[in-house]
């Protein structure tokens, strides 16, 4: 016998999966993705350009303080990234405010001296990539299967073309060859596939199920997406120091 099916388990994923659309956490996963694509693109610029300023001014101190700025301006915007994860993904992520040491140099050394430091620079530029796949799923998944979802409704309109459009038929050439008695015997067949049009209400009924599946797994990828992205965030962000904070008083040491 095979391995015996978790029904109980089965159901709740089922239910998990399609009520995808109906969670409100989902649509706070969506405008933490949407933001990740514009914040990303300032952070991989800011990232870049620090770094690659500072290391190209290393031969004197002004590289030393350029890249001592740059991960200073970068702490304060992991900060800014784990507030947000805070708020919409409700991930408890702890930061420090104070620094270890007696003294100015002490505490300046022990900064400059701890990975966690340096971490937020990693995940400020994975940012940006999350954002561009969230775009992407967004922009190309989403938006086709909702198309395909509310087909039945504009179907019939004379002025939209709803179907597959071609300029002219695609051709398929499907061959099978074997050898038989040192000779080489095969088929060779031609399939000419031409536009197809939505015309009738079960048609767009068929396309609109299509399209309901589409979204479902859009949205669900879209939230497995975010669940990756607090994680992430969680590992990389928590316990840095945070500038902000210690200018504000709040977070913990």
């Not at 949407?34 to 693109?41: M, N, V």
């Not at 430091?117 to 530029?125: M, N, Q, R």
């Not at 589409?214 to 997406?225: D, E, G, P, W, Y």
Request: proline content about 4%.
């Amino acid at each position: 016998m095979g391995p015996a099916v978790d029904m109980n388990a089965l159901s709740r994923g089922t239910r998990r999966f399609v009520g995808a659309p109906v969670r409100l956490q989902t649509y706070r996963n969506l405008l933490y993705l949407l933001l990740a694509f514009p914040a990303g693109f300032v952070y991989v610029f800011v990232v870049s350009f620090g770094v690659s300023l500072g290391l190209g001014l290393a031969v004197v101190l002004v590289g030393v303080a350029v890249l001592a700025v740059t991960a200073v301006v970068c702490l304060a915007l992991a900060g800014l990234e784990r507030r947000l994860t805070i708020v919409l993904l409700g991930r408890d992520i702890a930061a420090r405010t104070a620094l270890s040491g007696t003294t100015t140099r002490d505490r300046v050394v022990s900064l400059f001296t701890d990975l966690r430091t340096w971490t937020p620079l990693a995940y400020l530029v994975v940012k940006f990539g999350v954002g561009l796949l969230a775009v992407l799923l967004l922009t190309a998944a989403l938006s086709t299967g909702l198309s395909m979802l509310f087909m039945p409704l504009y179907y019939g309109d004379p002025a939209v073309y709803v179907g597959l459009p071609t300029d002219r038929p695609v051709e398929f050439h499907p061959a099978f060859y074997v050898v038989w008695n040192n000779l080489l015997v095969g088929v060779n067949a031609v399939v000419s596939v031409g536009y197809w049009r939505v015309r009738t209400l079960p048609q767009a009924l068929v396309v609109a199920g299509g399209g309901l599946a589409v979204s479902l797994a859009t949205l669900n990828a879209l939230n497995a997406l975010a669940h990756a992205t607090g994680w992430l965030t969680e590992r990389l962000l928590g316990g840095a120091y945070d500038p902000v904070g210690a200018i504000l008083g709040s977070g913990e040491e």
